[in-house]
């Protein structure tokens, strides 16, 4: 492992998925993500943000080593993640996914549910797990009284509040949120991302926090990637994309932040009338070209490349060079 190196990385990565059943149907290829390349530093919080069927789950997937990409390699400090044991992965990355209803096994207690990583992994004695499993409650704001209750017994909050418990139990250095907040109700949600944030600090933690909504993760992230039909389009620090943003998805996946009722995202942008396209046909060349409102004629005949604006990453033909050429 390489110290220096950033603790994950994606160098050109993408995933397909071949869609269609039968044998007499031709499958067709849906690029869930496509030629992704980002870095994950120590201690910071990465967002990733962009709508329904972007490639966030997928992209989360393969960051946890649960999903191999089809293309490109992911890094984990330095060493390709496919050749790093499962096990070591999952001592030091975890996940906590958006459903607590679901994630949650509903015939086991908070104490076994909390304790199964360190069962897993085999770490320490009975003993010294039901303390771990005390203390872990206590960091995360569960009263040690729930220890022998079943998940059905909690509200939604202390639900979410057991899978971050059971993520941290083993003492991981990243975690990996997949919306961890948008099953919740708007009040539990600002507890639970405020438990996230203190956590990071006292634990030293590094985020990868995937939210649709970028109201979300305004206020926590370091960095922001922001993806649209699989690919990234605009990468650049939270200072970049929240006060300065260039690419004209992301200036409207903003503006629809400051709708009226901006807990529940955007998900469709209204102000540019059209929807996510389909993406076993999308458009082509820039994929985003039906609903831009600044799109030009080379928008729909070439896909733009990536281009470097000050260090922040955009994938648009209104910045690179082939602008400046133009
Ligand atoms: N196992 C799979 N098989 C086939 N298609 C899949 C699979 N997983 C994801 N997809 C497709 O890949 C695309 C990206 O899905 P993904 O779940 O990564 O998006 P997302 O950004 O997480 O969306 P959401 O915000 O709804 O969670 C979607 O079109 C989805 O239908
Ligand atoms: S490449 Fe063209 S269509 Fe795509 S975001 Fe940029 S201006 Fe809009
Ligand atoms: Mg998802």
Redesign the pocket.
């Known amino acids: 492992m390489n110290a220096d190196a950033p603790v994950l990385e994606c160098r050109d990565v993408s995933r397909t998925?071949m869609?269609g059943k039968g044998p007499f149907v031709q499958k067709k290829p849906?690029r869930?993500v496509q030629d992704v390349s980002l870095s994950i530093e120590r201690g910071e919080v990465l967002a990733v943000v962009?709508?329904?069927?972007?490639?966030?789950?997928?992209?989360a997937k393969m960051l946890l080593g649960l999903l191999p990409p089809s293309g490109g390699e992911i890094f984990f400090e330095g060493v390709p993640l496919s050749s790093v044991d499962r096990n070591a992965v999952s001592r030091r990355i975890q996940p906590v996914f958006q459903d607590p209803y679901s994630s949650l096994n509903p015939r086991k207690t908070l104490a076994s549910i909390i304790s199964l990583p360190l069962d897993v992994h085999k770490i320490g004695t009975p003993e010294e797990r039901k303390r771990r499993v005390e203390e872990i409650m206590e960091l995360v704001g569960l009263p040690r009284r729930l220890l022998y209750s079943y998940p059905s017994q909690l509200s939604g909050g202390q639900r979410q509040r057991v899978a971050i418990a059971r993520a941290l139990a083993i003492k991981p250095e990243i975690l990996v949120c997949d919306?961890p907040t948008s099953a919740l109700d708007v009040s539990v949600q600002a507890q639970i991302l405020n438990l996230l944030q203190e956590l990071r600090e006292e634990l030293n933690l590094t985020y990868v926090f995937i939210s649709?909504n970028l109201a979300v993760v305004e206020h926590m992230s370091s960095r922001v990637a922001v993806?649209y039909l699989?690919r990234l389009i605009e990468f650049g620090t939270a200072a970049q994309v929240f006060d300065d943003p260039k690419h004209p998805y992301t200036s409207a996946l903003l503006d629809s932040v400051l709708t009226p009722e901006p807990q529940y995202g955007l998900p469709e942008i209204t102000t540019m009338g059209r929807e996510f396209p389909n993406?076993l046909n999308p458009p082509p060349g820039c994929a985003f070209h039906p609903r831009c409102p600044k799109a030009m004629d080379v928008c729909s005949q070439a896909q733009p490349q990536p281009a470097d604006e000050n260090g922040r990453l955009l994938e648009c033909h209104l910045y690179g060079e082939e602008t400046a050429a133009a």
């Open positions: 998925f869609i849906l869930a962009g709508e329904s069927g972007c490639g966030k789950t997928t992209l919306e649709h993806m699989g993406p």
